[in-house]
């Protein structure tokens, strides 16, 4: 198979070549005229304890009505309690991906993914000649059902990593059920009606991004503005250095640090699934001088077969259907992301 003839940032870094104009940002727009290190302030987002979302106690309606507020304002909630995972478990993700990136580049390049595939480890994915680059390593494995697995692009190296994986993601499926339930119960539905519409056939696919130090963080991004194509995102960000900001009402503001915690940020498909109420927010990675950053991304997204569309409880008078059905939305969504348009314009009525 054919391997992208790109090079890795970690690469471009290692060859002392200086920093390619490709990676270069020209400011458009208002909200991009400021350099993208900036100071932005920190956003105010609740910690949700996934077990009390699914309990009839007032605790319970409390922590339904905190959800609701905070998927419908920014689309996010940031420190997510009682996912079942001890800080030992999520620590050990975390220095897997910090060893396996630390690897040399033909242990890595094992892994390379081949051209026209997204699974596997490689650089952004080049589109078009004109597209600037995002200052991002990634390993992309799809993880779930067992049988979409690519094994060859598990790395062996370091031990233990696709026996963690496979735990982790097994320990997701977990958190991803109460989190659909959580959702439908915070807007009055029925308890299983986004796990019905998400399906039995859903994927998951996890991606490890290193976002090495950056000689430019004024010009350069980690990852450019997008809103993520999956019904939501798990994210494990890194626990010291930031990086990850949201966009709110045409202003960045910051994740805060919570360390060996899980934010949750919802995609697009729960925005049609939901006819609009709870937001796909956009968000960036800036990059930093001196500091690498690792975050892991796993995006949940329903099988393709599955017809997305608004449920119908959630369609009124008041409150007429924003979104066509949809389906097999990842594939659009890939055309339009870098573009830099945002592909849920193209699922409005
Ligand atoms: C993504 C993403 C954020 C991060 O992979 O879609 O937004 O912190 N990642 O790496
Ligand atoms: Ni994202």
Redesign the pocket.
């Known amino acids: 198979m054919e391997k992208p003839k790109f090079k890795t940032v970690q690469e471009v870094i290692a060859s002392g070549e200086g920093l390619p104009e490709r990676y270069l940002h020209t400011p458009t727009g208002d909200i991009e005229s400021q350099p993208l290190d900036a100071p932005v302030p920190e956003m105010d987002i609740p910690a949700i304890d996934l077990i009390l979302l699914l309990s009839p106690s007032d605790n319970g309606r409390q922590e339904l009505s905190k959800l609701h507020s905070a998927l419908s304002t920014w689309g996010v909630v940031q420190q997510v309690m009682n996912h079942g995972m001890t800080e030992a478990f999520l620590e050990k993700i975390y220095e897997l991906t910090k060893q396996f990136f630390a690897l040399p580049t033909e242990e890595k390049q094992k892994y390379a993914r081949e051209i026209g595939s997204i699974q596997g480890y490689g650089n952004d994915m080049i589109l078009s000649d004109d597209q600037v680059l995002d200052w991002?390593d990634?390993l992309y494995l799809t993880t779930y059902p067992e049988d979409q697995r690519k094994l060859h692009f598990w790395p062996e190296i370091p031990a233990g990593f696709r026996e963690t994986l496979h735990e982790y993601t097994m320990k997701q499926q977990v958190v991803i059920k109460q989190f659909f339930k959580g959702m439908a119960r915070s807007l009055e539905l029925d308890e299983n009606c986004f796990l019905d519409m998400y399906g039995e056939n859903a994927m998951m696919d996890t991606?490890f991004?290193l976002?090495p130090p950056c000689p430019r963080p004024d010009k350069v991004i980690?990852?450019k503005p997008?809103a993520?194509g999956s019904a939501f995102?798990l994210?494990l960000?890194?626990k010291d250095v930031e990086?990850?900001q949201f966009l709110k009402d045409g202003k960045w503001y910051k994740?805060p640090i919570v360390p060996d915690t899980i934010l949750i940020?919802v995609g697009d498909q729960i925005e049609i699934m939901s006819n609009g109420i709870y937001k796909s927010p956009v968000?960036?990675?800036v990059t930093n001088r001196e500091k690498e950053?690792i975050?892991v991304?796993t995006?949940c997204v329903p099988g393709a077969d599955q017809e997305i569309h608004p449920v119908e409880a959630l369609v009124t008078e008041t409150r007429p259907r924003l979104y066509k059905t949809v389906k097999k939305y990842v594939e659009l969504y890939f055309e339009y992301y870098q573009q830099g348009r945002r592909p849920i314009e193209a699922a409005l009525i």
């Open positions: 991002i990634r991606r991004n976002y980690g990852v997008h993520d995102t994210l960000p890194d990086g990850l994740a940020n968000h960036r990675v950053r975050s991304a995006f």
